[in-house]
């Protein structure tokens, strides 16, 4: 389970935030990930749609459906194969979305990892040696981390549809399926700090485990800032890396954590 405080803590960390990124004069951080961010998602969105379009025909004309509502010659069966083909569309477009948060993690690990560092730099008024050896371990961990949670989300969303199937409890899998992947997206972003506090990766996954509500908390606002068109596919990376490393400074919680 998770502590609801966690969550709220982790919610009111993206003020401070705010603040923080204010204060310190961090627009650069923010822009420039971020408007990568959106030339990438809206490039990847208009091939997806494209190509999605040419899957659909080709999977109607693999099947004999295209002959068969010709052959019946009825407007109704038309209308509900072309609302069909839209709904596979729309679904593939949705996969794509879920999905590209990952890539871009993915790709986008080095800098999320050194916005992270220089978030913490800042807090504790010290400096973070750089090495290059150490930046590329980041940065192979971050992507490690990103397709390990990739697959773990992809394994509960599959379990969540065959329960969607399943009278009363269906109606709720939407909901659980939010918190899922809420839940993976502020794993990436709080594993920036334990891997800077030395963690390893097994030693994070029990760490974050045991603290379910910051990385539940710093996820969902991530996720409902992506549903804000350009301002917050701008801001939801970069402000969701640096809210964690705040919360997690706040409280201390890797300084005092045990194995």
Partial sequence: MFSFREVLAAIQAYGKAHQFIMQHRLWKWILVPGILYCILFMTGSYFVWGYSGEFVEYLFNLLPLKIWIQDLESTWVSFFFILLAFSIRIMILLLYFSYYKYLFLILGSPLFAYLSEKTEAILERRDFPFSMQQFLKDMGRGIVISLRNMLYQTICVIFLIILSFIPIVGWITPLFAFFIECYFYGFSMVDYSCERHQMSPKQSI????????????????FYILMFIPVLGWVMAPSYAVIAATIHLSDKRLLHGATW
């Fill in 206 to 221: 029990n760490f974050i485990k045991g603290h379910r509500g910051i990385a539940l908390g710093n996820g969902m606002v």
